[in-house]
Structures are given as C-alpha cells and as structure tokens.
C-alpha cells in the first residue's frame, strides 16, 4: 500500500478530529467587540487520575525511505499538535476503533499557523515532521496507561509528492 | 503609572506561569530516540463542571494610546495563549492574588513560536496584540463562572519602545 499527503481541510479531517486554524464562519464577540473566538475543539485528557499537560515535542523529519510501521491510539483522551515556528508536521491518521484498520490510513500535513486535535481513540503514528525537523506543542494527558500500540504486518509507503 | 513591554524569559515570566518554548535543557526520548519532548506546564481546566477547551481567538492590536484599565482573572483554572502565524500577543499580567496589586502589573511580549500559561488565578488584561491584529490558539476551561473583573482606578501607560 502507499499513501499520498493530503493538504489539511476541515471536511477531509473530519473522521479523526479537529483542525486548529481560523474557521471561515463568524467567530463570537470578546474583549468589547475588539475581538472574535471560536471554540474549536473539547478536550478529554483526565480520564483514569490523568493530568492535562502542555509539552513540547521535538521530531526528527521523516526520511525519504520512511514507511508507516507502528501506529498507536490513546483509548481514554485527546491529543492536540501545533507547530511551532516554520516546522510543518505529518498527522498520519484512522478512525478511533478497538483494532486499527490499516487500509483506512490517511496522511496529513499539519502547516505553521495550524493545528490538529485527535479525537479520542484515533489511531495514529508517533509525531514526525515532514522535511525538516519540527517543534511541536502538545496538548495531552499525563499519567497512567491509556496507550496501545500496534505494529503492521506490511509497512505503507508514504508519497510525498517528490 | 506606565509600564514597559518586557522580553518574555523564563526567570522574568516564572511568578505568572510557564513559557511555552523549548528549554535549554535535554529533554525526554521519544519515538524510539528520533525526537525529545518537554513537559512544560500542567493545567487545571476542569474544576465546577468545567470543560477543558481548544479556542481560536481573533484579538485586535493594542492601539498607539492603549491603557491598562481592566483586569481579569480565573480562580480556578489555568489558561494557555499561542500565538498562530505572524502574531505578537501581549501578555498584560499580574500574580495571582486575591485583589489585585496594580503595582505589580508586568507587560511581556509573546513573539510567534512561543507562547504563555497563565498559573491558576493569575490576574491578566483580555488578550490584545502587538502592532497589528493577532491570532492565538486558547487551551483553556469553558463552563459556568470562574471569571474576576476589575476595573483600575488609575489606567496604566504602555511603553511601546518606539
């Protein structure tokens, strides 16, 4: 199998969470009116004693030859990225089910000035950037348990357009 | 009184919460050794039926004659702010306290590829931007009350630096 990257959309990221970027409807007033918001996503991440924790990640870039071999998923809670500065992430992703479904794969490209939450149980490969390395804020839980991890029997390609 | 914008550092920042940036300190081994992480900062975003929230706000620039005349805080729940894009957020700040010392207000910088975390009840002026319009991503607690007002007797002055 391979896998192209797909450009992030509200519609396409749909089945695997939120995006974190500036919605094209009217936001609600703040600050007097000087101001506008939209409430993007809810978060779950205290679930079994967690705590809900701000870290930040630093990935190495995925190599040209990288394969997607090993996908994870938090069964309990959320789990937001958000580059920071000019690093663009990858958001390889499937739909939150008890067994990962490997033809359901999709990849994303997570670009500065954006975002990603998953949704609770979406499956997804550890963080990985896409051509240079990246830093990264994550909005997660941390505490005990609440992550599998499953290794595919046939590694997927990834095509990176290049 | 007046007030000058601060360069953000970790020391300048540490009685107000946490920076969002990478330390200079070696982090954690993720990914099988590819990437480092950093837990920076635990929140607490639940307390009175609260719900822990990812927003997108949309704030103005402060304007040449801007004055502090209005604080907030959040007695019972930490709030994130991470400037998307080109945006420079202020962080209008004072510690957390009962009633607020207007003495002690600090006004600090928030450039894009950082960002701030307000300690549970840390007293903060709403959300205005540097020089032109901003916007941020918001990790914060959505649900009833948990927000102080107060209005300065004295407005306070910005320096700008220019």
Redesign the interface.
């Known amino acids: 199998m391979i896998r192209r990257v797909e450009t992030l959309s509200t519609e396409a990221f749909a089945p695997f969470g939120?995006i974190?970027?500036?919605?094209d409807t009217p936001?609600h007033s703040?600050?007097q009116g000087?101001?506008?918001?939209?409430?993007?996503?809810?978060?779950?991440?205290?679930e079994q004693e967690g705590?809900?924790?701000?870290?930040?990640?630093?990935?190495?870039a995925a190599p040209a030859d990288f394969r997607i071999g090993v996908m994870e998923r938090h069964p309990a809670s959320t789990q937001?990225f958000?580059p920071?500065?000019a690093g663009t992430l990858l958001a390889i992703v499937a739909p939150a089910a008890e067994r990962l479904d490997p033809a359901a794969i999709r990849v994303f490209a997570v670009p500065?000035?954006?975002?990603v939450?998953f949704a609770t149980g979406t499956w997804h490969h550890?963080?990985?950037a896409l051509g240079v390395p990246a830093?990264a804020?994550?909005?997660g839980r941390?505490g005990p348990g609440d992550c599998d991890i499953v290794t595919l029997d046939r590694p997927i390609t990834v095509d990176f357009g290049h």
């Open positions: 939120e974190l970027a500036k919605p936001g703040i600050n000087s101001g506008e918001s939209w409430l993007l996503a809810r978060l779950r991440l205290t705590v809900a924790a701000l870290s930040l990640y630093r990935v190495a937001a958000i920071l500065g500065p000035g954006s975002g939450n550890p963080a990985v830093e804020l994550v909005v941390v």
